[in-house]
């Protein structure tokens, strides 16, 4: 009977951590560049059970003392959040800073997807990845992500810009760079790159708040690009919406619930059993 709350009460943990996955995507769904997280259900290893000390019917015939019962699950567990890096659909904010990266043409090898990211520095030095192209200029005319965390060029050297941008009249080339005043000849001028990584396996990042990732392990971190690789484009003044899916993920919540609830009848159908076992034992 144990064995029994057990398994409900793992596969109602296991489901309660997917929950909060879905619910964060949910509350997500209009950050620009978020990538959603799957949640992936694993099974406990099964067990076999065998009878000891079984001799047969008496006469010897089972001279090992040991017979099979049968096997025993041992309910799920949440063995990993996944992120899923599909490419959210890009839409128009006529934001002059303001850029999304669009690398759905980008060819697989070996049959993953590599993925391209915007370099930035976080105010403890540390270089993240991002897909949030919604940037700010600050009082020095530095290039920010809405978080404060510097942009890099190629060179993994802060975005070299102009208090200027502010005043939005700017373009941001496909390979991007930065053009102040771009319709006016006389003044126009290329003030820096934005910088750019390729991760060929995009998996091999981990969130590390904020919309940001970094690598697993801390692994080798990949150079940034001087050119941009076929397939891989910047769009001005677009952002990359979430790649959240509001009704399926709406749709996995209710199932979700009702899985969890099931669960819940089973261990109050055990806790059941268990006081009826202990009102006869006071008897």
């Given amino acids: 009977m144990l064995r029994g709350i057990d398994t409900a009460a793992s596969g109602m943990i296991a489901l309660q951590r997917r929950q909060e996955a879905l619910t964060n995507n949910l509350a997500n769904i209009e950050t620009p560049g978020y990538k959603k ?3 992936t259900l694993r099974s406990f290893p099964e067990v076999l059970l065998e009878r000891i000390h079984d001799s047969g019917n008496g006469n010897g015939s089972n001279p090992t003392g040991f017979s099979l019962v049968g096997s025993l699950q041992q309910g799920v567990y949440a063995q990993e959040n996944i992120s899923s890096f599909a490419q959210g659909d890009l839409v128009t904010t006529d934001n002059p800073l303001d850029v999304a990266i669009d690398d759905r043409a980008l060819a697989g090898q070996n049959g993953q997807k590599p993925g391209a990211f915007f370099a930035v520095m976080t105010g403890a030095g540390e270089v993240r990845y991002t897909r949030n192209g919604r940037f700010t200029v600050d009082e020095a005319g530095q290039l920010r992500t809405t978080e404060g965390y510097t942009v890099l060029n190629p060179n993994g050297q802060p975005v070299r810009t102009s208090a200027e941008l502010a005043g939005g009249d700017v373009s941001i080339s496909a390979d991007g760079e930065i053009i102040l005043y771009p319709d006016d000849l006389s003044r126009r001028t290329v003030l820096d790159r934005i910088g750019l990584v ?22 080798n971190p990949p150079p940034l690009l001087t050119e941009l690789p076929a ?53």
């Avoid at 390729?198 to 692994?219: A, R």
């Avoid at 009702?258 to 006869?280: C, G």
């Fill in 231 to 283: 397939g891989v484009q910047l769009r001005h003044k677009m952002i990359e919406k979430s790649n959240v899916d509001p009704t399926m993920t709406m749709t996995n919540m209710m199932e979700n619930v009702r899985i969890y609830e099931a669960n819940q009848k089973v261990l109050q159908a055990y806790d059941k059993s268990l006081e009826l076992l202990n009102s006869i034992g006071r008897v």
């Fill in 198 to 219: 390729l991760i060929q396996n995009p998996n091999d990042l981990i969130k590390d708040g904020n919309g940001l990732f970094k690598l697993e392990g801390g692994g």
């Fill in 37 to 39: 997280v799957d949640t």
